[in-house]
């Protein structure tokens, strides 16, 4: 089973400048969530999809957007780029089963490495 | 929001002997708290979980206390090897209409000496 896949691996864009990134899932794995990770704040949750609905949501600016598509395909878009957006942003994958609701291991994907000049 | 903290942000261990992370969290609602393991140039990946219900679980070498009163929970790893040299991160997950909400720690990184 293939494991959860993110495009671009790298990245290098400069100020103002705005970027997507790509994730696909774990075969049968419904829910998606976003995470940056940054030498000095660690995994910090961006948004979760669940059924192409946003079901959760962290502290980030609204220049931060993402959108699921029907396939479980994952986006996530960051605009007017600034410095400190440079991170690894990461994609996890989970398995959601209807009785019992989410299993809770995730399953990350390698990541894309964005650096803002 | 769930707040976690982790500490301490670093650890050196002589490789045999045992390494402990500890993690506290604010929000009494989170009931799965995971361990995830990053190596150097890799994704984080999930060694060990627990559940609200439960106060220990062990895994060979690796394992992890739950205090829920005190609201903290801790990982010890025993007879540490240099293959254990990596990023801990702890996160506590609450559940709300069947999704969760995972929030990380900070990380540890762990150097086992040789």
């Known amino acids: 089973k293939a494991g959860v896949t993110q495009t671009p691996r790298y990245l290098i864009k400069t100020r103002g400048q705005q970027v997507t990134l790509s994730c696909s899932p774990i075969?049968?794995?419904?829910?998606v969530s976003w995470y940056q990770q940054t030498p000095g704040q660690g995994l910090q949750f961006l948004f979760e999809?669940?059924?192409?609905?946003?079901?959760n949501k962290g502290n980030f600016p609204g220049r931060f957007s993402g959108r699921q598509f029907s396939n479980s395909r994952s986006e996530m878009n960051v605009s007017t780029l600034e410095l400190g957006d440079s991170a690894l942003y990461l994609c996890?994958?989970?398995?959601?089963?209807?009785?019992?609701?989410?299993?809770?291991?995730?399953?990350f994907g390698e990541g894309s490495r964005l650096t803002v000049l | 929001g769930e707040n976690v903290e982790q500490h301490p942000s670093t650890l050196s261990v002589q490789e045999g002997d045992s390494a402990v992370i500890k993690c506290t969290y604010s929000?009494?609602?989170?009931?799965?708290f995971p361990w995830y393991k990053q190596e150097l140039g890799k994704r984080p990946q999930l060694i060990i979980d627990i559940r609200s219900n439960v106060g220990e679980k062990k895994d060979q070498r690796i394992a992890v206390t739950l205090n829920k009163t005190a609201k903290h929970f801790s990982l010890h790893i025993t007879e540490t090897q240099p293959e254990d040299s990596a990023v801990y991160f702890c996160?506590?997950?609450?559940?709300?209409?069947?999704?969760?909400?995972?929030?990380f720690g900070i990380g540890t990184k762990l150097q086992v000496i040789p």
């Open positions: 996890a994958s989970s398995l959601y089963r209807l009785a019992g609701g989410n299993t809770g291991e995730l399953f």
């Open positions: 075969s049968g794995h419904r829910s």
């Open positions: 999809y669940f059924s192409e609905t946003q079901r």
């Open positions: 929000d009494s609602a989170s009931n799965y």
């Open positions: 996160a506590a997950s609450s559940e709300s209409g069947g999704y969760q909400k995972v929030t």
